[in-house]
């Protein structure tokens, strides 16, 4: 089948701004992304630069933004490809800020390794150095990974992350947080209480994610780091990690919310959350009012079985926020 690449390309030794170069060629049905990558390279420009390595989505190397989903382009058939997003391809870098583009598809992901390299992603322990057997758990701990284990660090998530592309330049990201998580739930680790007061820091933390979910569309060994966020917060609380701030009050508030009206009263989770400094949201408020999406408290109707749910609350609440 016949493919119209649009492929981004810029050399920052030449090129004042980024270009788009056309490439129609001739594909197999089984081919991938990264097998029209390659045919460019070896039989039109030899000049195309991109990463590549395994070729088996295990290395993560060649992770592209593909019409503007980020994806591993050695794990991406160009046939669904095309029914996906029509006969022209565009690829591009997982970032396109300039200062971030080497070459090409080509970019600079020190921010992505420092972040990982800041939670640690290894198990600390103190073990014999000269074990004389390996160091097992039984499956059903395992299972308490959730995969998460299972991330090749491809950068995938990161680079979607809308925190991260907002320009917050420190949130750890979801990657960093879900190796966070893949580490909190080993019961062999001994840094689970440290891990735990790193991610809970205002500014690069668990509580700076925005909910986006991006990184579960696009996470290639379907890891799904928002949820290992989730247990993160979780873990927080349980551990007792937890400070008083807005974002832990705000959580709070979701649950104060939830067992008074069995729905939630997003004006109030406001007030709950940020005290008087609510006062600064007033214009928001008041236009929230007016198109009905935050009531008055003696506006505030109740869920029908109000009763089930603040049982259901009080069987699985484990943990409050201490001072």
């Not at 000269?130 to 491809?154: F, G, M, Q, R, W």
């Not at 991260?164 to 330049?169: K, N």
Request: proline share 4%.
């Amino acid at each position: 089948m016949e493919v119209t690449f649009k492929v981004y390309r810029f050399n920052p030794e030449f090129d004042d701004k980024p270009h788009y170069d056309e490439y129609k060629l001739e594909m197999g049905e089984d081919s991938v992304i990264l097998d029209a990558l390659n045919k460019i390279k070896w039989e039109i420009d030899g000049s195309l630069s991109y990463r590549r390595s395994c070729r088996h989505g295990i290395c993560g190397s060649c992770a592209i933004k593909l019409n503007g989903k980020n994806v591993l382009a050695c794990k991406t058939p160009i046939k669904e490809a095309v029914e996906q997003f029509g006969n022209v391809l565009i690829v591009e870098p997982l970032s396109k800020k300039k200062e971030k583009v080497i070459k090409d598809l080509v970019i600079d992901k020190k921010d992505f390794w420092d972040k990982n390299a800041k939670v640690k992603p290894y198990l600390i322990a103190e073990i014999d150095e000269h074990p004389t057997s390996e160091n097992l758990i039984p499956p059903k701990l395992v299972e308490l990974l959730e995969d998460a284990d299972y991330c090749i660090a491809c950068g995938c998530c990161y680079y979607t992350c809308e925190t991260i592309r907002g320009g917050d330049t420190e949130f750890l990201g979801p990657q960093a947080l879900a190796k966070t998580y893949r580490f909190t739930a080993d019961v062999r680790d001994e840094a689970k209480k440290e891990r735990l007061e790193l991610v809970n820091e205002l500014g690069i933390g668990v509580w700076d994610c925005v909910k986006c979910q991006g990184c579960i569309e696009v996470c290639p060994k379907g890891v799904d780091p928002f949820t290992k966020i989730t247990h993160l917060h979780n873990q927080i609380f349980e551990e007792g990690v937890a400070k008083k701030n807005v974002a832990t009050k705000h959580a709070e508030g979701f649950v104060h919310s939830i067992k008074k009206h069995g729905i939630l009263d997003e004006g109030m989770l406001v007030l709950y959350s940020e005290g008087v400094n609510v006062v600064r949201h007033l214009p928001e408020a008041i236009a929230m009012f007016a198109k009905g999406k935050i009531k008055l408290p003696w506006q505030m109707p109740k869920s029908k079985g109000l009763d089930e749910i603040q049982k259901l609350i009080e069987i699985s609440q484990t943990h409050e926020l201490k001072d």
